[in-house]
């Protein structure tokens, strides 16, 4: 089959829909990779605190 007759058909624009589909789903992977990696830096963030707050209840470190 010609171009053409494929582009008539609309498979032109089914290709373009799947390939922008495809563009979409990395571009919300990549976000999510992002978001779970802050996530994790904030968790990180909290177990410091608890650490300096227990130092500091048992005297450990000067106030």
């Known amino acids: 089959m010609a171009v053409s ?8 624009s089914k290709k373009a829909d ?4 495809k ?5 919300i992977d990549s976000r ?7 996530l994790e830096g904030i ?4 177990r410091l605190q608890h650490f300096v707050s227990e130092m ?3 005297n450990c470190i000067a106030r």
């Open 5 to 12: 007759d494929a582009a008539k058909l609309g498979d032109r």
């Open 18 to 21: 799947y390939i922008y589909g």
């Open 23 to 27: 563009k979409r789903l990395r571009e």
């Open 32 to 38: 999510e990779h992002f978001l779970i990696k802050r």
């Open 43 to 46: 968790a990180l963030v909290d």
């Open 56 to 58: 500091l209840a048992h």
